[in-house]
């Protein structure tokens, strides 16, 4: 049998009351912090309290206009949280007004009258597009500080929600040793979202095609802007499975922000280590694109830059460049080599793997793409060792032609891209 107060210790375990959920609605762009913990545990006097930094990404003053960013509290039914804030008096938001560069520390002051779990969205008010990628962005840094008979016993980092419609994440639990794996999760959509939870051995067994079978698969139902957070062991989810290693797989019918900790034992208690998940909906490695003449290229994501911003150098691996009217190339950018393999069908294009890409010879001499080149047609084909050293096969699968005027002639090219990542 489980201690109840083990369950108690953690802030992952603050009891789940079940009621009417406010809708609270999900901007593009938000940042969730899948749990605030904050107060007094009861049962073995640790204390908690949530600290955030919150750091203007943009070097220049180009936030001059609504430059306001909103950190926002979240009970667990979604309701605003009226949370005692250090410094700041008790709010469910605040606005920061945040200059270039500058940082800002946001702490609860942990008076809950006890431990007590919420959520929170971190949310730039700012509606104007930017030139610069980081212009209007905020980098958002969260961690617990728990302490005990007024010294601190451990910091424990909360990574930010990635919204995800699936997701995978390690998994352990060990009653004897005291390690329980546990879990917040919050649905980020105004409606009742269903989330499936299936758990697989670190082996596992495999049906006659070869697909791994899960050892169990449960089903949740979280209201909307609802947060939950459990222990895997919780009777609703894993109860049997008290001593156990594998991976948790998750897929929701709308956008969930989750973090996972895994709790571990010390001499004075008990600590916490983040638990990292893969998220399966940004694992995908292949696309189609369309890149303008005069535009520039990472490779890497891929993103074709929205404001033709070529003297952002820092991300590009290719500027698809005009040298005169019939004249134009692909130059290499911020350390990336380009590789030329040729004309490729589709087939021949897919069967290019990691192997042969290793292999080829990297150069950064410039492509050539004037009028009348073998390379400006489709299936040209070649190979870009990005400035981060990933592998990336490219093929033209189709040009777009411009009479500019005489003598100048543009082509703006579908792209064919895989990225081994």
Same mark, same amino acid.
């Given at each position: 049998?489980?201690?109840?107060?083990?369950?108690?210790?953690?802030?992952?375990?603050?009891?789940?009351?079940?009621?009417?959920?406010?809708?609270?609605?999900?901007?593009?762009?938000?940042?969730?912090?899948?749990?605030?913990?904050?107060?007094?545990?009861?049962?073995?006097?640790?204390?908690?309290? /949530?600290?955030?930094?919150?750091?203007?990404?943009?070097?220049?003053?180009?936030?001059?206009?609504? @430059? /306001? !960013?909103?950190?926002?509290?979240?009970?667990?039914?979604?309701?605003?949280?009226?949370?005692?804030?250090?410094?700041?008096?008790?709010?469910?938001?605040?606005?920061?007004?945040?200059?270039?560069? %500058?940082?800002?520390?946001?702490?609860?002051?942990?008076?809950?009258? %006890?431990?007590?779990? *919420?959520?929170?969205?971190?949310?730039?008010?700012?509606?104007?597009?930017?030139?610069?990628?980081?212009?209007?962005?905020?980098?958002?840094? !969260?961690?617990?500080?728990?302490?005990?008979? *007024?010294?601190?016993?451990?910091?424990?980092?909360?990574?930010?929600?990635?919204?995800?419609?699936?997701?995978?994440?390690?998994?352990?639990?060990?009653?004897? %040793?005291?390690?329980?794996?546990?879990?917040?999760?919050?649905?980020?959509?105004?409606?009742?979202?269903?989330?499936?939870?299936?758990?697989?051995?670190?082996?596992?067994?495999?049906?006659?095609?070869?697909?791994?079978?899960?050892?169990?698969?449960?089903?949740?139902?979280?209201?909307?802007?609802?947060?939950?957070?459990?222990?895997?062991?919780?009777?609703?989810?894993?109860?049997?499975?008290?001593?156990?290693?594998?991976?948790?797989?998750?897929?929701?019918?709308?956008?969930?922000?989750?973090?996972?900790?895994?709790? /571990?034992?010390?001499?004075? *208690?008990?600590?916490?280590?983040?638990?990292?998940?893969?998220?399966?909906?940004?694992?995908?490695?292949?696309?189609?694109?369309?890149?303008?003449?005069?535009?520039?290229?990472?490779?890497?994501?891929?993103?074709?830059?929205?404001?033709?911003?070529?003297?952002?150098?820092?991300?590009?691996?290719?500027?698809?460049?005009?040298?005169?009217?019939?004249? @134009?190339?692909?130059?290499?950018?911020?350390?990336?080599?380009?590789?030329?393999?040729?004309?490729?069908?589709?087939?021949?294009?897919?069967?290019?793997?990691? /192997?042969?890409?290793?292999?080829?010879?990297?150069?950064?001499?410039?492509?050539?793409?004037?009028? *009348?080149?073998?390379?400006?047609?489709?299936?040209?084909?070649?190979?870009?060792?990005?400035?981060?050293?990933?592998?990336?096969?490219?093929?033209?699968?189709?040009?777009?032609?411009?009479?500019?005027?005489?003598?100048?002639?543009?082509?703006?090219?579908?792209? %064919?891209?895989?990225?081994?990542?």
């Amino acid at each position: 049998m489980l201690i109840r107060r083990r369950y108690v210790l953690s802030p992952l375990m603050v009891l789940f009351v079940l009621c009417a959920f406010a809708a609270t609605g999900q901007a593009a762009g938000d940042k969730v912090v899948p749990q605030v913990a904050d107060g007094p545990n009861l049962a073995d006097g640790t204390h908690f309290r /949530t600290k955030f930094d919150i750091t203007n990404l943009g070097p220049f003053e180009s936030t001059r206009i609504n @430059r /306001t !960013v909103k950190l926002m509290f979240f009970r667990q039914n979604g309701d605003p949280w009226p949370i005692a804030l250090r410094g700041r008096g008790v709010a469910t938001e605040v606005l920061l007004d945040l200059s270039a560069y %500058q940082t800002v520390r946001i702490e609860t002051d942990g008076a809950s009258p %006890q431990l007590t779990s *919420g959520y929170a969205i971190v949310r730039n008010l700012e509606t104007q597009a930017s030139v610069f990628a980081e212009d209007y962005e905020v980098g958002v840094t !969260v961690y617990y500080e728990v302490s005990k008979q *007024g010294g601190v016993i451990d910091t424990v980092s909360v990574p930010i929600g990635q919204p995800t419609f699936v997701f995978m994440l390690p998994l352990q639990n060990a009653e004897p %040793q005291n390690l329980f794996s546990g879990l917040a999760m919050v649905n980020l959509a105004n409606f009742s979202n269903e989330i499936t939870l299936e758990l697989y051995p670190e082996t596992p067994r495999r049906d006659s095609e070869g697909k791994a079978i899960p050892d169990r698969t449960v089903q949740l139902i979280l209201g909307p802007n609802e947060q939950i957070t459990r222990f895997l062991v919780d009777s609703s989810l894993f109860p049997n499975h008290r001593t156990y290693k594998g991976v948790l797989r998750g897929w929701a019918l709308g956008p969930v922000a989750l973090l996972a900790l895994l709790q /571990t034992p010390f001499s004075g *208690g008990v600590q916490y280590a983040t638990l990292v998940p893969s998220y399966i909906d940004a694992l995908r490695r292949n696309t189609f694109m369309y890149l303008q003449q005069g535009f520039p290229l990472d490779a890497d994501l891929p993103a074709v830059d929205y404001f033709n911003n070529d003297s952002d150098k820092d991300p590009w691996d290719l500027l698809y460049r005009k040298v005169s009217g019939t004249r @134009r190339e692909f130059l290499p950018q911020e350390g990336a080599t380009f590789a030329v393999i040729g004309n490729r069908t589709a087939d021949q294009y897919n069967q290019l793997g990691i /192997t042969t890409l290793q292999g080829l010879p990297y150069s950064s001499d410039p492509i050539d793409l004037r009028d *009348g080149h073998a390379n400006l047609a489709s299936g040209f084909t070649f190979a870009i060792k990005t400035g981060l050293g990933r592998y990336v096969k490219v093929r033209i699968a189709g040009l777009i032609e411009f009479n500019i005027a005489a003598g100048d002639t543009e082509f703006d090219l579908h792209l %064919q891209l895989y990225i081994y990542k």
